[in-house]
């Protein structure tokens, strides 16, 4: 199964650990007090739990809160440690995220150079 979010949806990676028992409500505290974020905004919140195999994404679809929930059978999600306690992705790193792959490997290429015109 693959997540779709319409264009322009910031992804929010919670750095560190989150405890996977918390809920709709519980993961939304903490997208309000700890990433300092609207969990009601569109935005989309990934939390890992501790041994790193398991995440929850959660957001808001416009009529309800949302809650997906994932567990890799072998290996763990890649996670970063951010000081700020966040770290925000695109969709398409997301994707690459859920399906169990370094979302790091995944770059946004530069803005094509104009050729500079002599005259």
């Not at 300092?36 to 569109?42: A, D, T, Y």
Request: aromatic share 10%.
């Amino acid at each position: 199964m693959s997540l779709s979010f319409p264009p322009g949806t910031r992804v929010w990676l919670a750095a560190g650990v989150t405890d996977m028992r918390r809920g709709f409500d519980g993961l939304s505290a903490q997208a309000a007090t700890v990433l300092k974020e609207n969990p009601l905004s569109g935005h989309v919140f990934v939390f890992r739990g501790r041994s790193g195999d398991r995440v929850k994404v959660l957001f808001w679809d416009g009529q309800g809160m949302c809650l997906y929930y994932k567990r890799l059978e072998k290996g763990s999600f890649v996670w970063p440690r951010a000081k700020d306690g966040k770290v925000s992705i695109s969709g398409s790193q997301l994707a690459t995220l859920l399906d169990g792959i370094d979302w790091r490997l995944t770059r946004v290429p530069p803005a094509v150079r104009q050729p500079t015109r002599v005259v």
